[in-house]
């Protein structure tokens, strides 16, 4: 037997509103738990494997979230923006209530892939310079990139502000204008600030891979979708409760 919880608060703690509108929604028969419906704010459930439903939407209870995004270009990473819609409009509400947060933010015109958790300690491993999780670009430049630049990165360039010469983890030139850029660091715009420093430009940036893990092919622009065992393991986590 897992931990119990009453059902308003198991449906206020996901992230579904005020505990008094919760309440309402239960008492409404707008929530159905493993399956049957439950009109008692009050009665108990155990939280191991608890599957329920709002309004007919299905959910598995989740003590923490733990997510990815593919980011479309033109959004910001950001919960107050300036310009553009922020990525946060892309989640279900219930996860913005929970006060999700993205893991190292991309500029509005990067895409690729973005973590997005709700879970502090989550959230500070990864971002920690200690954890040195490599990610990985794939970079479209202006100009035709040759082997000497290439060497440029690999060797380190030298960063306005930086005191010491920044180099890549690795560097491999796809096609002529492409190549795949895998940096330990996320400093302000890295990537652009490097590929300048070798005299070109970036015209197009995505990240495509964190620690081993991969955008997924199928994760259409725009989508998010929770992380699973197999994905933690590969971003170097194995404890986490799903
Ligand atoms: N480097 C950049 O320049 N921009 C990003 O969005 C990410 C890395």
């Keep these: 037997m897992g931990k119990k919880l009453a059902l308003e608060r198991i449906i ?3 992230g579904f509103g005020a505990r ?32 329920y439903t709002v309004k007919g939407e299905a959910w598995d209870y989740r ?6 995004l593919h980011k479309p270009s033109n959004y910001e ?48 491993q990864m971002s920690s310079p200690k954890h040195k999780v490599a990610k990985i670009y ?24 930086e005191d010491a010469p920044i180099a890549a983890l690795a560097c491999t030139r796809i096609s002529g204008h492409v190549i795949h850029m895998s940096l330990a660091e996320g ?15 970036v015209e197009n ?14 994760l259409a622009v725009g989508e998010w979708r929770w992380l699973t065992e197999s994905d933690m393991v590969k971003l170097g986590h194995t404890s986490m409760r799903l």
């Design 12 to 14: 206020h703690n996901q």
């Design 20 to 51: 008094k509108l919760c309440r309402m929604m239960i008492w409404n028969n707008e929530v159905t738990v493993n399956g049957l419906a439950c009109d008692d704010p009050n009665t108990e459930f155990d939280l191991d494997g608890l599957q």
């Design 63 to 68: 003590e923490k979230s733990y997510l990815m």
């Design 77 to 124: 990473c950001s919960h107050k923006t300036q310009h553009h819609p922020t990525i946060y409009s892309l989640l279900p509400h219930p996860l913005v209530v929970r006060d999700v947060q993205c893991i190292g933010r991309l500029d509005e015109d990067t895409t690729g892939l973005i973590l997005i958790s709700d879970d502090g300690q989550f959230i500070h």
């Design 138 to 161: 794939e970079v479209t430049c202006k100009h035709p990139v040759d082997d000497s630049q290439i060497a440029h990165i690999l060797k380190g360039v030298q960063l306005i502000d």
């Design 187 to 201: 400093k302000y715009h890295q990537v652009k600030r490097m590929v300048a420093a070798i005299s070109n430009r």
């Design 205 to 218: 940036l995505k990240r495509i891979q964190i620690g081993a893990l991969k955008l997924p092919d199928d």
